[in-house]
């Protein structure tokens, strides 16, 4: 069973992720980059020649291929969109949602060329897509932890959480 990071684009999934993995003796799989690898070709590039519907499928795929193994598995912001994905997920019981403001996120994010749904966008449509997707995260979560100021307290809150899991 994985222990699955979501959240919006920005809030350090991949960072927190990698941490997680050393502490727990877990390997670590960044979706994102399995998409990347799996298609030869950058998300942009995924984007833009076929569309974000393809890249959900693509995402979906590979989320249904990890999501049974013991590991550490960081997610696209993006990942709440499909309803498929909600399904099996809502099966998965380590659902770590990382948050930050939309401030923050957007300082970190802003002008990002590798992100398609955050680049060239305003901070009020910034703003409305993480409205738009905060009850989602919501609903499939099992703990919401804060990454917006200290990253160490941020992974040892979550490995503490592991730890003492009646799950574990
Ligand atoms: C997306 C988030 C990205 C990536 C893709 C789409 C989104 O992942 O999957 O660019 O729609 O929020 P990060 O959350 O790691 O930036």
Redesign the pocket.
């Known amino acids: 069973m994985a222990i699955v990071l979501l ?4 809030v350090g ?2 960072t927190v992720g990698e941490k997680l993995s050393s502490l727990l003796n877990l390997p670590y799989i960044d ?2 980059t399995a998409i990347i690898e799996k298609e030869g070709k950058s ?1 942009p590039e995924i ?1 833009e020649q076929y569309g974000e519907a393809y ?1 959900r499928k693509v ?1 979906h795929e590979i989320l249904a291929q990890y999501l049974p193994q013991d590991i550490v598995l ?6 709440v ?1 499909n309803e498929d994905n909600m399904r099996l997920l809502k099966e998965n019981h380590f659902n770590i949602w990382l948050d930050a403001s939309h401030e923050v996120i957007f300082k970190r ?1 802003a002008f990002d060329k ?5 680049h060239n966008k305003s901070q009020n449509e910034i703003k409305k ?1 993480y409205n738009s997707r905060v009850s989602r995260y919501n609903e499939i979560a099992y703990i919401k932890v804060s990454n917006e100021d200290d990253i160490t307290s941020c992974v040892q809150q979550i490995h503490n959480l592991i730890m003492t899991d009646d799950e574990n």
């Open positions: 959240g919006f684009m920005g999934k991949s979706l994102d998300i984007f890249f995402e960081s997610t696209g912001g993006g990942i969109e994010i590798n992100r398609p749904n955050a897509l």
